[in-house]
């Protein structure tokens, strides 16, 4: 789904929604790590290697 408003474009706004979601319950986690990790579970390519601790926490990520 592809929503526009203004100048401003959402494309897969469920995997933004779930991303939100990472973020508000992990506060130590940027919003870009929680997106980049939904986007990744939504194309099936899990899991997301990390070198980020926090990130690695994460149910779909995997520490390097």
């Given at each position: 789904m592809l929503?526009?408003?203004?100048d ?5 706004s ?16 940027g ?18 290697g ?6 690695s926490?994460?149910?779909g990520?995997e520490?390097?």
């Open positions: 929503l526009h408003h203004r401003l474009t959402i494309q897969e469920d995997s933004v929604a779930a991303a939100l979601e990472q973020y508000r319950n992990r506060l130590a986690l919003f870009s790590d929680c997106l980049i990790l939904e986007t990744a579970r939504k194309a099936g390519r899990l899991p997301l990390t070198f980020d601790r926090n990130l926490k994460l149910d990520a520490g390097l």
